[in-house]
């Protein structure tokens, strides 16, 4: 998760204390006396929840903005603090504050294209277009939580155009997955447009590409919905899909990107989260709601699941 620094300045009155502020967090340092080998940090959030890890977060040095005996003091607490955070780090939160799994690639079902593994936790894609999700049991839920941070490295080496012709260059995330013909789609566009679009393919009875192709698909037109700007090759983004019910919440880099009644459709679908990519390259990181157990996570996926196949 990338954090950019907005403002950060002293106190006045109060020599020993700093606030910096990052978008709607703030964060207060506190160093009681240049001769104490004790502080304080406390890290305040507008919402008064601790801070959420979304990925493998490292807080720098530069935070310590203090010079003299507070400074070293300082940078010994930041590896401390990081390492509290990193401990956590394969989970972000869901709506209910539970929290999300990181998925790594044993837990996943890719149907189409090929992610292979990176060191620290990150999973790559480099083929055209890219379909998997996760190896779990579908959960009789009208809820579901998914989020994918991701680094963009640019356009594949080839180019495969969608089914309507356009070379749409993209990545997104899959919820209520029963098949390849019935689900969800919340796609981030990178080209040629950049926007958050939202679809339903349905197509009942149908569960192979070969039945359905590319049929089916509704776009849903939002509620509310923002502008995106253009991602640039090596920017890090996350991507976050918020189902409850037949009403989905789309974050993009924590902003309410497309807010939206799906219908009544998202009630009579039932399957895992996912993820699929088209015609560009990307490092990344998964995370889901933790599968039923270890059992379901690791052993052989439903054939409905996990045949692999053109594209959906």
Not at 105 to 114: F, S, Y
Request: hydrophobic fraction near 35%.
């Amino acid at each position: 998760m990338e954090r950019q620094l907005v403002q950060r300045s002293k106190l006045p009155g109060q020599p020993n204390t700093a606030i910096e502020h990052r978008g709607n967090r703030r964060h207060r340092w506190r160093f009681p006396a240049a001769s104490s080998h004790s502080f304080a940090l406390d890290m305040l959030l507008s919402k008064g929840k601790i801070v959420q890890a979304s990925g493998a977060t490292t807080l720098p040095a530069s935070w310590c903005i203090f010079s003299g005996e507070g400074a070293p003091m300082c940078k010994r607490a930041l590896a401390i603090l990081t390492l509290v955070i990193c401990s956590a780090c394969a989970l972000a939160q869901n709506e209910s504050g539970a929290a999300l799994q990181g998925i790594d690639r044993n837990d996943l079902c890719v149907t189409n294209g090929n992610v292979s593994v990176l060191s620290g936790g990150w999973l790559s894609i480099d083929t055209p277009s890219s379909r998997a999700v996760v190896r779990a049991d579908a959960k009789d839920t009208a809820d579901q939580v998914a989020e994918i941070h991701f680094r963009y490295l640019g356009p594949t080496q080839t180019s495969k155009p969608l089914a309507s012709g356009e070379l749409r260059r993209q990545i997104g995330l899959k919820l209520q997955a029963e098949d390849t013909c019935n689900l969800i789609y919340a796609m981030w566009h990178i080209e040629p447009d950049t926007m958050v679009a939202v679809s339903v393919k349905r197509n009942t009875g149908m569960h192979t590409h070969e039945q359905c192709h590319a049929g089916g698909y509704v776009n849903i037109k939002a509620q509310r919905r923002i502008d995106l700007p253009p991602i640039q090759p090596g920017q890090t983004h996350t991507l976050r899909a918020e189902l409850h019910g037949n009403d989905l919440t789309v974050t993009a880099d924590g902003n309410v990107a497309w807010y939206g009644s799906l219908g009544d459709e998202p009630l009579s679908l039932q399957g895992p989260t996912g993820f699929r990519t088209d015609n560009a390259r990307f490092e990344f990181q998964y995370y889901a709601d933790p599968p039923a157990d270890a059992q379901t996570r690791r052993g052989a996926p439903g054939p409905e699941h996990c045949v692999m196949s053109e594209g959906d």
